[in-house]
């Protein structure tokens, strides 16, 4: 028979052209990456079997019977090791059994590895067999082995090869989701060329193309599945965050101990903006390259621009406070790149898994509340001692408020006020509420905080405005018996050299008075923005709008944002209120200060009113409004319309009674 091994030629070069690219960069020891580099030794070390066969039967060369038996059995084990291979390759690349218990991944690994151990027992009991009862292969005239093709055994080899890419494309199928559109494409191309390979050797044996088209599928698997660059940094040339999330979760899966120590780098923003942001990431380099030369490769990474962390592997005590000190040691020291010195601070991060962090998610999550959050600036902080499920409970908040206007989660309460004078309802109150996923409502005292920082408080601050006066817009007052609605000005509006223009705007949209609208401004914002919050209440007051001084007695309570801004309405915060009712020093001090904000020319509302007895002591002592539980909680717009009219028909309002 002649064969044709110029394919084997280029499979064998291939395949170290490939063995070496892949030792060229860092790979992570997955089972993925495991399988693809068996692969290339399997197809190096089959190719060149097959080459050594031609060169023998090419030239009579006289071998002996058991070197060729062993050769063969060699060459069978390999070729048809590819379709297990492929298998574990798609498991590992699929992460079809991520999150399973250790045993049931062993298990289950077993069960693939079955067929192929069958396998090779029917190739390796043929030669003693072989005379007897042919298996694999058989003995030739001339007693060399030859691989028996007509025989159902041999046939059924092939049959296990094509069920196992079979049951690859079935792992790929159900984990689709898990990989890109064109991984998939590729498996299954790949899975097509080599199941048309393999159908091709079978009937032609002497065409060996088997082993260059798997090479060439390895080529197009290197290029487009393996992608070593998608677990680099793309500056530091380390591991990054993809590859720490893959080696921590398959750590965790294996319930394998582990700790993470980490660097965090302060001030990178102003060191990008100082130097450059080229030569900031030289001096991450260096920083990459340290860890590179004490820590092993695959234990060193880069997780973003300002924190990498070194994962200890079955940690003690004493090898932590090591790789704690050394970093610390490294740190103190400042750093040198092409003749500038740099000093970077820096903060160390120390979390214990699985005892603090049961997913790579959670080490993120702790990572970044310790960058973020003030509370931890310090030298050193042990996960064990962060309040993570805060962290997480405003990531959830945020999250929730980045798309509470999009997805119409938002709703504008009213709590109503109460006129002494008028001895009824007069107006109310516009409150923000928040809504999330499950329809549950967040506190306004959880999320307003989370939304100032972000600025997404601006555009709640718009939508309740605008919300207001479409709905005043849309009914009679006098109907209604409306005089007053209140509504609050957080202190990033405040900030806003354009607040006026843009109140002003949307009131000239909905033609409402402007004297029905009174704006809340909070002690903290008089106190951030002075010159510019003067500039636009001084527009909205000339416009007409009524505004007020929001929870007075709560911030800084400073007498000159009274004296020296337009307000016509202090609310006292309901802390002051209460206290009064339990602290004689403090009613006096109350007292007084309604007395002073009355003399000023101002009014006066309390707020935290709860029931009979303090409604009317603040009417007593002068208050002008009331506002609080006694009189009604904050509800929808329909309901507070529907109180609203009922009053005026002389019903008595279903909000509360007066036993609340």
Same mark, same amino acid.
């Given at each position: 028979?002649i064969?044709l091994?110029? @394919?084997?030629?280029?499979?064998?070069?291939?395949?170290? +052209? /490939?063995? $070496?690219?892949?030792?060229?960069?860092?790979q #992570? !020891?997955?089972?993925?990456?495991?399988s693809?580099l068996?692969?290339?030794?399997?197809?190096a070390?089959?190719?060149?079997?097959?080459?050594?066969?031609a060169?023998i039967?090419?030239?009579?060369?006289?071998?002996?019977?058991?070197?060729?038996?062993i050769?063969?059995?060699?060459?069978?084990?390999?070729?048809?090791?590819?379709?297990?291979? @492929?298998?574990?390759?798609?498991?590992?690349l699929?992460? +079809? /059994?991520? $999150?399973?218990?250790?045993?049931?991944?062993? #298990? !289950?690994?077993?069960?693939?590895l079955l067929?192929y151990i069958?396998?090779?027992?029917i190739?390796?009991?043929?030669?003693?067999?072989?005379?007897?009862?042919?298996?694999?292969?058989?003995?030739?005239?001339?007693g060399?082995?030859?691989?028996?093709?007509?025989?159902?055994?041999?046939?059924?080899?092939?049959?296990?090869?094509?069920?196992?890419?079979?049951?690859s494309?079935?792992?790929?199928?159900?984990?689709?989701?898990?990989?890109?559109?064109?991984?998939?494409?590729?498996?299954y191309?790949?899975a097509?060329?080599?199941?048309?390979?393999?159908?091709?050797q079978f009937?032609?044996?002497?065409i060996?193309?088997?082993s260059?088209?798997?090479?060439?599928?390895?080529?197009?698997?290197?290029?487009?599945?393996?992608?070593?660059?998608e677990v680099?940094?793309?500056?530091?040339?380390?591991?990054?965050?993809?590859?720490?999330?893959?080696?921590?979760?398959?750590?965790?899966?294996?319930?394998?101990?582990?700790?993470?120590?980490?660097?965090?780098?302060?001030?990178?923003?102003?060191?990008?903006?100082?130097?450059?942001?080229?030569?900031?990431?030289?001096?991450?380099?260096?920083?990459?390259?340290?860890?590179?030369?004490?820590?092993?490769?695959?234990?060193?990474?880069?997780?973003?621009?300002?924190?990498?962390?070194v994962?200890?592997?079955?940690?003690?005590?004493?090898?932590?406070?090591?790789?704690?000190?050394?970093l610390?040691?490294r740190?103190?020291?400042?750093?040198?790149?092409?003749s500038?010195?740099?000093?970077?601070?820096?903060?160390?991060?120390v979390?214990?898994?699985?005892?603090?962090?049961?997913?790579?998610?959670?080490i993120?999550?702790?990572?970044?509340?310790?960058?973020?959050?003030?509370?931890?600036k310090?030298?050193?902080?042990?996960?064990?001692?962060?309040?993570?499920e805060?962290?997480r409970?405003?990531?959830?908040?945020?999250?929730?408020?980045?798309?509470?206007?999009t997805q119409?989660?938002?709703?504008?309460?009213?709590?109503?006020?109460?006129?002494?004078?008028?001895?009824?309802?007069i107006?109310?109150?516009?409150?923000?509420?928040?809504r999330?996923?499950?329809g549950s409502?967040?506190?306004?005292?959880d999320?307003?905080?989370?939304?100032?920082?972000?600025?997404?408080i601006?555009?709640?601050g718009?939508?309740?405005?605008?919300?207001?006066?479409?709905t005043?817009?849309?009914?009679?007052?006098?109907?209604?018996?409306?005089?007053?609605?209140d509504?609050?000005?957080?202190?990033?509006?405040?900030?806003?050299?354009?607040?006026?223009?843009?109140?002003?705007?949307?009131?000239s949209?909905?033609?409402?008075?402007?004297?029905?609208?009174?704006?809340?401004?909070?002690?903290?914002?008089?106190?951030?923005?002075?010159?510019?919050?003067?500039?636009?209440?001084?527009?909205l007051?000339?416009?007409g709008?009524?505004?007020?001084?929001d929870?007075?007695?709560?911030?800084y309570?400073?007498?000159?944002?009274?004296?020296?801004?337009p307000?016509?309405?202090?609310?006292i915060?309901?802390?002051?209120?209460?206290?009064?009712?339990?602290?004689?020093?403090?009613k006096?001090?109350?007292?007084?200060?309604?007395?002073?904000?009355?003399?000023?020319?101002?009014?006066?509302?309390?707020?935290?009113v709860?029931?009979k007895?303090?409604?009317?002591?603040?009417?007593?002592?002068?208050?002008?409004?009331?506002?609080?539980?006694?009189?009604?909680?904050?509800?929808?717009?329909?309901?507070?319309?529907?109180?609203?009219?009922?009053?005026?028909?002389?019903?008595?309002?279903e909000?509360?009674?007066?036993?609340?």
């Amino acid at each position: 028979m002649i064969y044709l091994y110029e @394919f084997d030629i280029a499979a064998l070069l291939i395949s170290i +052209i /490939l063995i $070496g690219f892949y030792f060229q960069k860092h790979q #992570l !020891a997955s089972l993925q990456n495991r399988s693809f580099l068996v692969f290339l030794y399997v197809l190096a070390s089959s190719s060149f079997i097959e080459i050594i066969f031609a060169i023998i039967y090419h030239f009579n060369v006289s071998v002996s019977i058991w070197i060729l038996w062993i050769m063969q059995g060699l060459f069978l084990t390999l070729t048809k090791s590819y379709g297990v291979i @492929f298998a574990f390759y798609c498991v590992g690349l699929t992460g +079809i /059994l991520s $999150g399973k218990k250790h045993e049931l991944q062993n #298990l !289950a690994k077993v069960l693939i590895l079955l067929p192929y151990i069958f396998c090779l027992l029917i190739i390796w009991i043929s030669p003693f067999v072989c005379e007897v009862y042919p298996l694999a292969f058989i003995l030739s005239e001339n007693g060399q082995p030859i691989m028996n093709v007509n025989n159902s055994w041999y046939r059924m080899l092939f049959a296990i090869g094509g069920i196992y890419i079979l049951l690859s494309i079935v792992f790929v199928t159900i984990e689709r989701k898990r990989l890109s559109l064109t991984k998939i494409v590729v498996l299954y191309l790949c899975a097509i060329l080599a199941f048309m390979a393999v159908l091709i050797q079978f009937f032609i044996p002497s065409i060996a193309i088997e082993s260059l088209v798997l090479a060439l599928a390895a080529l197009i698997f290197f290029f487009y599945m393996q992608n070593p660059e998608e677990v680099l940094d793309g500056v530091t040339r380390i591991f990054n965050q993809i590859a720490f999330a893959r080696i921590t979760n398959r750590y965790f899966a294996k319930n394998i101990p582990f700790t993470c120590v980490s660097v965090l780098i302060d001030d990178t923003v102003f060191l990008s903006h100082t130097f450059g942001i080229t030569q900031l990431n030289n001096f991450l380099k260096e920083v990459a390259s340290f860890l590179s030369d004490n820590f092993s490769y695959d234990s060193a990474f880069c997780i973003n621009q300002n924190c990498f962390t070194v994962i200890i592997k079955n940690p003690t005590e004493k090898l932590v406070n090591d790789v704690i000190e050394k970093l610390k040691t490294r740190f103190q020291m400042n750093w040198f790149y092409d003749s500038v010195e740099l000093k970077l601070y820096v903060r160390e991060c120390v979390v214990e898994c699985p005892r603090c962090a049961k997913k790579s998610e959670d080490i993120l999550d702790i990572l970044s509340l310790v960058a973020t959050d003030e509370r931890y600036k310090q030298p050193i902080v042990y996960a064990n001692e962060i309040d993570l499920e805060y962290k997480r409970r405003n990531d959830y908040i945020e999250y929730a408020l980045k798309n509470g206007i999009t997805q119409n989660r938002f709703d504008v309460y009213y709590q109503p006020i109460y006129s002494t004078s008028d001895k009824r309802i007069i107006g109310a109150e516009a409150l923000i509420r928040l809504r999330d996923e499950k329809g549950s409502f967040l506190s306004p005292e959880d999320f307003i905080p989370i939304a100032e920082k972000s600025g997404t408080i601006l555009r709640i601050g718009e939508y309740v405005y605008e919300s207001v006066c479409r709905t005043i817009s849309q009914i009679d007052l006098e109907e209604y018996g409306i005089k007053k609605i209140d509504i609050n000005l957080s202190v990033a509006q405040c900030m806003q050299e354009i607040l006026a223009e843009q109140i002003l705007s949307i009131q000239s949209i909905y033609q409402i008075p402007a004297s029905i609208i009174n704006l809340e401004i909070t002690e903290t914002a008089a106190a951030h923005s002075p010159e510019i919050l003067l500039h636009n209440m001084e527009r909205l007051a000339a416009a007409g709008f009524e505004l007020s001084l929001d929870d007075y007695g709560s911030g800084y309570s400073n007498m000159n944002y009274m004296l020296n801004l337009p307000f016509k309405m202090i609310k006292i915060d309901k802390y002051i209120i209460w206290s009064a009712f339990t602290d004689e020093r403090a009613k006096k001090a109350l007292t007084a200060t309604i007395q002073m904000i009355k003399s000023l020319g101002m009014t006066v509302l309390a707020e935290g009113v709860e029931d009979k007895f303090q409604a009317e002591m603040l009417a007593d002592l002068g208050c002008d409004y009331l506002q609080g539980y006694y009189f009604s909680r904050p509800v929808q717009r329909d309901e507070f319309l529907v109180l609203m009219k009922s009053q005026l028909q002389g019903k008595k309002p279903e909000a509360e009674n007066e036993e609340a």
